[in-house]
T-cell receptor, first 114, second 109 residues
């Protein structure tokens, strides 16, 4: 089992640029979550999908953030335009079942906006 | 709004000691509670998941308990080892996932 795969592992870019983070969930998992982790705010849920459909995006901080899940094996989190305060580690997680099964996390993307 | 608190924020113990990490939450209407460990620069590794109907779960040297009525969970680590050094996070799942800030554990050889 390959686990949840995120890319890139690290991204450094200048403010104003578009940033796209990618996630491949574990095969067979029907729930996918995007989180952001910072020293100040800890881990925050940004959005989660169930069967490729966004269920709750109330954690998405601003309209500059958008997430898509075009199929069961791929999701993207996009920031446009990026700002220095978006610098954080972004995690993707997946689970077989939103309620009864554990979430499995990827290794994260460390994003730095200069 | 759910609030999850973990105490202590940091803990340092000698190898071999048994220890307890605490997690409290304000809203008992949860589906489950999950404990994770996070190593520096890494993602989260799931340790134990306790459903709302369960009282405890065990895996090896780890035992997690859940008391929904008091809004508390504990993670018990027996015979701690230096490899247990990490940050331990608890998260409640109640339609939304709410994480505590974690307890950073250091086990000294």
């Amino acid at each position: 089992d390959a686990g949840v795969i995120q890319s890139p592992r690290h991204e450094v870019t200048e403010m104003g640029q578009e940033v796209t983070l990618r996630c491949k969930p574990i095969s067979g998992h029907n729930s996918l979550f995007w989180y952001r982790q910072t020293m100040m705010r800890g881990l925050e849920l940004l959005i989660y999908f169930n069967n490729n459909v966004p269920i709750d995006d109330s954690g998405m901080p601003e309209d500059r953030f958008s997430a898509k899940m075009p199929n069961a094996s791929f999701s993207t989190l996009k920031i446009q335009p990026s700002e220095p305060r978006d610098s954080a580690v972004y995690f993707c997680a997946s689970s077989q079942d939103r309620v009864y099964q554990p979430q499995h996390f990827g290794d994260g993307t460390r994003l730095s906006i200069l | 709004k759910q609030e999850v608190t973990q105490i202590p924020a940091a803990l340092s113990v000698p190898e071999g000691e048994n220890l307890v990490l605490n997690c409290s939450f304000t809203d008992s209407a949860i589906y489950n509670l999950q404990w994770f460990r996070q190593d520096p620069g890494k993602g989260l590794t799931s340790l134990l998941l306790i459903q709302s109907s369960q009282r405890e779960q065990t895996s090896g040297r780890l035992n997690a308990s859940l008391d929904k009525s008091s809004g508390r969970s504990t993670l018990y680590i027996a015979a701690s080892q230096p490899g247990d050094s990490a940050t331990y996070l608890c998260v409640t799942n109640a339609g939304k996932s709410t994480f505590g800030d974690g307890t950073t554990l250091t086990v000294k050889p």
